[in-house]
């Protein structure tokens, strides 16, 4: 029964529709291409609305005659019934119990057929015929049109599951079938000799009918007040709907509808009488969860409570309103509300769960992400229960991608400034998924720089340390590896993601050394590295490398500098082969580079001064270095004739390490 009750009022609103292009005055092409495309969008509307618990059997129904409403069933009445029954039948989708048999069963039952159906009636043709439900309903003759409203009625319960109405215009046609009576009114009210006799010291388990017409009469007033009401709001006639509406109230109290259209009528006067209305739509939704019928009550509410910052009232309002809606099913235009009220229900959420993050309530928050999925599903819900699934616990990093994933899938990859593929890379750091992890940031960087051109998110810099330690890893493999162009060709993509990437340009330059490369790409790597940290690799590794590519490049001057800090600070930090393997080849190009300086000096003359400095530098970095200590005997001798007792200590002490430092006898 949950299935029919939820199929029903979809297929309602159609039915109306139906019956509107079923009157004889229109053309016969037009009526039939419309009943034809009102029977397929029955059988459309129901497969988008049913629910899991949605069986494959047909629906078995029952149409009853349309009376008016003084109970008379006119030949327009019926018409409208005939109509029905063929166009749901051929939907494929409902056993119609056939005309002919529905009245044998209700003329033996001594019941008529008209629409007039209450509960007790309503289960017993159900239990008769076996239907699962039933149609039935009124025509009101207005002035310029026939108001037909229409009732889907459960036999297991004898509620009403559906209404809908529509307007026929009273044509010629219209008018004629109106004026036909086909049969006085009878209703479901069993005629006298069938109420069981009161057995003395029993009490009749039948209905009263006197009770049952009082009530067919209560509900054909609230119909009749339900009708005129609308009509003032369609006119905008919002100071004659609020008298009808105080006017139905008065008549009954508990009247919901009624009360929400007071409500409404108080919104719309200028000034809005927003005190009133607010009064009018509880007291609506007190008597009824949904007085209009498909959730507008809420929505109002909803705005009502956000002009008095009632916010987490708001939200539930909105989201009942939106809920009610999508329950109903949208007719062929949604209705403008409905966005207004689903894009208020998102804000909202999004700035609850900001909130909980801001005062580190994560739980909140990841309650709050897991109900905007359940009642909306928008991407970012998901990217949310992400989010607050990481900051509770690094062990939900797999639940957290798998959230993540889907709040990519929903948003087409568009995600913004990119920071559900920051969490993403993040969570999938966390499971140790390393190449994913790398191109999850990656992206998060690119989108970000599309989006915020001149400006960054706060997780941007802990998004490129992200990536840096990703890059680390994949750097020293390669290193390890020796794979040294393969290493070229990773950074110089990786440094575009993070250009202040230090060590990224010192294994650059490192790598172009390797390779044989043009040593200006070396020194531009390796200069870079320096611009960005003081000490960009550990122990004067990056130091000993920028001077190698200035000796590669003959810029002696600027190696022997490069290659003195390298070793000041190489020397200092221990034998560990792991962080000074290198100090031996740097101390072998030191001194290379001070025999070029040097010989340069010899062949060319310069400052005596100067390489004197430089003499004493170089012996001071490697003590046991002949030609500086011959270099400093020479400038000792050159500049102060008076040291040349000290000069010829120098020179001395040279060719006890080197007989001929230069090689071509100049020390002699």
């Given at each position: 029964m949950k299935s029919v009750r939820r199929r029903f009022p979809i297929c309602l609103l159609t039915i109306i529709c139906l019956m509107l292009s079923s009157v004889p005055g229109l053309a016969q092409t037009d009526l039939n291409v419309g009943l034809d495309t009102l029977a397929a969008r029955i059988v459309t509307v129901m497969d988008e609305n049913a629910g899991p618990d949605q069986t494959t059997e047909k629906i078995r129904i029952a149409v009853l005659d349309f009376p008016d409403l003084q109970g008379n069933v006119t030949s327009l009445g019926r018409f409208v019934a005939e109509e029905l029954t063929t166009r749901l039948f051929l939907t494929k989708r409902f056993e119609v119990i056939e005309r002919q048999l529905l009245n044998?069963?209700?003329?033996?039952?001594?019941?008529?057929?008209?629409?007039?159906?209450?509960?007790?009636?309503?289960?017993?043709?159900?239990?008769?015929?076996?239907?699962?439900?039933?149609?039935?309903?009124?025509?009101?003759?207005?002035?310029?049109?026939?108001?037909?409203?229409?009732?889907?009625?459960?036999?297991?319960?004898?509620?009403?599951?559906?209404?809908?109405?529509?307007?026929?215009?009273?044509?010629?046609?219209?008018?004629?079938?109106?004026?036909?009576?086909?049969?006085?009114?009878?209703?479901?009210?069993?005629?006298?000799?069938?109420?069981?006799?009161?057995?003395?010291?029993?009490?009749?388990?039948?209905?009263?009918?006197?009770?049952?017409?009082?009530?067919?009469?209560?509900?054909q007033r609230e119909q009749t007040d339900r009708d005129r009401i609308e009509q003032a709001l369609i006119k905008r006639d919002y100071y004659q709907a609020l008298s009808l509406c105080r006017e139905a109230l008065a008549a009954n109290p508990d009247f919901a509808f009624a009360q929400a259209a007071l409500g409404y009528s108080y919104l719309q006067l200028q000034p809005p009488n927003r005190e009133q209305a607010l009064i009018a739509l509880e007291r609506a939704v007190g008597l009824s969860s949904y007085p209009f019928g498909d959730g507008f009550a809420y929505y109002l509410l909803g705005r009502l409570y956000g002009s008095l910052g009632r916010r987490t009232e708001v939200r539930l309002a909105l989201e009942q309103a939106v809920l009610r809606y999508r329950g109903v099913g949208p007719g062929r235009v949604v209705e403008p509300w409905y966005d207004q009220a689903v894009t208020m229900c998102l804000e909202l959420y999004q700035e609850e769960i900001k909130a909980c993050w801001e005062r580190d309530d994560?739980?909140?928050?990841?309650?709050?992400?897991?109900?905007?999925?359940?009642?909306?599903?928008?991407?970012?819900?998901?990217?949310?229960?992400?989010?607050?699934?990481?900051?509770?616990?690094?062990?939900?990093?797999?639940?957290?991608?798998?959230?993540?994933?889907?709040?990519?899938?929903?948003?087409?990859?568009?995600?913004?400034?990119?920071?559900?593929?920051?969490?993403?890379?993040?969570?999938?750091?966390?499971?140790?998924?390393?190449?994913?992890?790398?191109?999850?940031?990656?992206?998060?960087?690119?989108?970000?720089?599309?989006?915020?051109?001149?400006?960054?998110?706060?997780?941007?810099?802990?998004?490129?340390?992200?990536?840096?330690?990703?890059?680390?890893?994949?750097?020293?493999q390669l290193l390890a590896d020796r794979d040294y162009r393969a290493a070229i060709e990773f950074l110089e993509v990786a440094l575009d993601f993070v250009p202040g990437y230090a060590y990224g340009y010192v294994v650059l330059g490192y790598s172009y050394l390797m390779t044989g490369n043009n040593s200006d790409q070396a020194i531009e790597a390796l200069e870079a590295a320096h611009h960005l940290e003081a000490e960009p690799a550990d122990g004067g590794w990056s130091y000993y490398l920028l001077g190698w590519a200035y000796q590669e490049n003959q810029r002696y001057g600027s190696a022997v500098e490069a290659f003195g800090?390298?070793?000041?600070?190489?020397?200092?930090?221990?034998?560990?082969?792991?962080?000074?393997?290198?100090?031996?080849?740097?101390?072998?190009?030191?001194?290379?580079?001070?025999?070029?300086?040097?010989?340069?000096?010899?062949?060319?003359?310069?400052?005596?001064?100067?390489?004197?400095?430089?003499?004493?530098?170089?012996?001071?970095?490697?003590?046991?270095?002949?030609?500086?200590?011959?270099?400093?005997?020479?400038?000792?001798?050159?500049?102060?004739?008076?040291?040349?007792?000290?000069?010829?200590?120098?020179?001395?002490?040279?060719?006890?390490?080197?007989?001929?430092?230069?090689?071509?006898?100049?020390?002699?």
């Open positions: 044998k069963v209700l003329d033996e039952l001594k019941l008529g057929a008209t629409g007039f159906v209450d509960s007790s009636s309503a289960q017993e043709i159900g239990n008769i015929l076996g239907v699962s439900a039933i149609v039935s309903g009124t025509l009101s003759e207005l002035s310029s049109t026939v108001r037909v409203n229409a009732r889907v009625i459960a036999t297991t319960t004898g509620m009403i599951v559906a209404a809908a109405s529509a307007e026929l215009p009273k044509d010629d046609g219209v008018t004629q079938l109106l004026n036909t009576l086909v049969t006085p009114m009878s209703g479901f009210i069993p005629e006298p000799s069938l109420v069981p006799p009161v057995v003395p010291g029993e009490t009749n388990a039948g209905v009263d009918p006197g009770a049952r017409q009082g009530e067919s009469l209560s509900i994560y739980y909140q928050a990841l309650s709050l992400s897991q109900q905007l999925i359940a009642a909306f599903n928008p991407a970012f819900a998901y990217t949310a229960q992400g989010y607050s699934l990481l900051m509770l616990d690094s062990e939900q990093a797999p639940a957290a991608i798998k959230s993540l994933l889907t709040a990519v899938q929903l948003d087409g990859k568009k995600t913004g400034d990119g920071w559900n593929y920051y969490l993403l890379g993040w969570a999938y750091q966390e499971s140790g998924e390393t190449e994913k992890a790398q191109e999850a940031l990656e992206q998060a960087v690119i989108s970000s720089r599309q989006v915020l051109a001149l400006t960054r998110p706060a997780w941007y810099n802990d998004c490129l340390v992200r990536l840096q330690t990703g890059y680390d890893q994949k750097v020293r800090k390298a070793l000041q600070r190489g020397e200092g930090l221990g034998t560990a082969a792991e962080t000074n393997d290198w100090v031996p080849a740097c101390r072998t190009r030191l001194t290379e580079s001070y025999e070029q300086l040097f010989g340069g000096f010899l062949s060319r003359g310069g400052n005596y001064s100067y390489y004197l400095t430089l003499a004493e530098q170089s012996i001071e970095l490697v003590p046991e270095f002949a030609t500086g200590l011959a270099m400093k005997g020479y400038c000792l001798i050159e500049l102060s004739p008076h040291r040349s007792t000290e000069a010829l200590e120098y020179l001395q002490q040279a060719q006890a390490i080197k007989e001929d430092p230069t090689g071509d006898g100049w020390i002699f």
